[in-house]
Nanobody, 123 residues
């Protein structure tokens, strides 16, 4: 089993910053990708940023230039730096990862989600 734990959410005023962390642990062989998603009340979950093994990171247009995703592969951890926050960034932020994990017959890829961390931007 693999565990995905986010942290770092909170309450911040418009224009402020936050840093989210996502730690992946458990019975995994390697990580293929890590991504950040968010879901605002009454809206569908949407992709914020995604980083795949080759090092490329893609961002949604709504956060490009304000949010930065980074990874510490040695720690199986991803970070999301949120700058110049706006009220419309208010949402629960989820970490997603696709990993290779061991099975009784070899290995397989599987996707896991964290429990989410709340980010609230308000004056």
């Amino acid at each position: 089993q693999v565990q995905v734990v986010e942290s770092g959410g909170g309450f911040v005023q418009p224009g402020g910053s936050l840093r989210l962390s996502c730690a992946v642990s458990g019975n995994l062989i390697s990580i293929n990708s890590m991504g950040w998603y968010r879901q605002a009340p009454g809206k569908q979950r949407e992709l914020v940023a995604i980083s795949i093994t080759d090092g490329n990171t893609d961002y949604s247009d709504s956060v490009k230039g304000r949010f930065t995703m980074s990874r510490d592969n040695a720690k199986n951890t991803a970070y999301l730096q949120l700058n110049s926050l706006k009220s419309e960034d208010t949402a629960v932020y989820y970490c997603n990862t696709e990993v290779w994990e061991k099975t009784s017959y070899g290995k397989r890829t599987r996707t896991y989600w964290g429990q989410g961390t709340q980010v609230t931007v308000s004056s």
